[in-house]
């Protein structure tokens, strides 16, 4: 039975530019949005607020859920349930040290993304970024955390 791994991702768009990390992955030089893995304990929107500040170190507040994907089988063999949502971005710490497989950070156009697509971790990044700019707005109250049973 496969099991997809649950992902968070943040799109920061200021002035037209899509805040983006670059980083390692499997030894390339990827881009993406600053996204992770939802850890033991964290609720999903915890998830966004902590890989956008360990990532980028910016602050951030989710505003919105843009959607919700499902990669069934990444290149690496991965399934991956990956919930991407709008954020505004309050405050950045340029002394905050980022991941350590972390390179750098960038503010990139739609098109420049596109211009760089070979190298965008998945094609999730601009499935985000496309329906950031076509008006998709979920309301956060869509996201339900249960209690334990």
Known sequence: MVRPE??????????????MIEEYVSGQRVLN?????????ETILDAVVRE?????????????????????ETSRGDCILRCAFSARAER???????????????WLTREELHGRREQLRSP???????????????PLSTIQH????
Request: negative net charge; hydrophobic residues 45%; aromatic residues 8%.
């Open 6 to 19: 649950l992902t968070v991702a943040a799109v920061i768009e200021q002035d037209g530019r899509y805040l």
């Open 33 to 41: 949005q600053p996204a992770g893995h939802v850890e033991p304990g």
């Open 52 to 72: 956008t500040w360990e990532e980028a170190a910016w602050q951030v507040t989710p505003e919105a859920l843009l959607g919700v994907y499902y990669w069934p």
């Open 92 to 106: 950045h710490d340029a002394e905050q040290p980022l991941d350590d497989t972390i390179i750098t950070t960038h």
């Open 124 to 138: 999730l990044v601009l499935a985000a970024i496309d329906a950031l700019r076509a008006g998709v707005r979920l």
């Open 146 to 149: 249960m209690p334990h049973a």
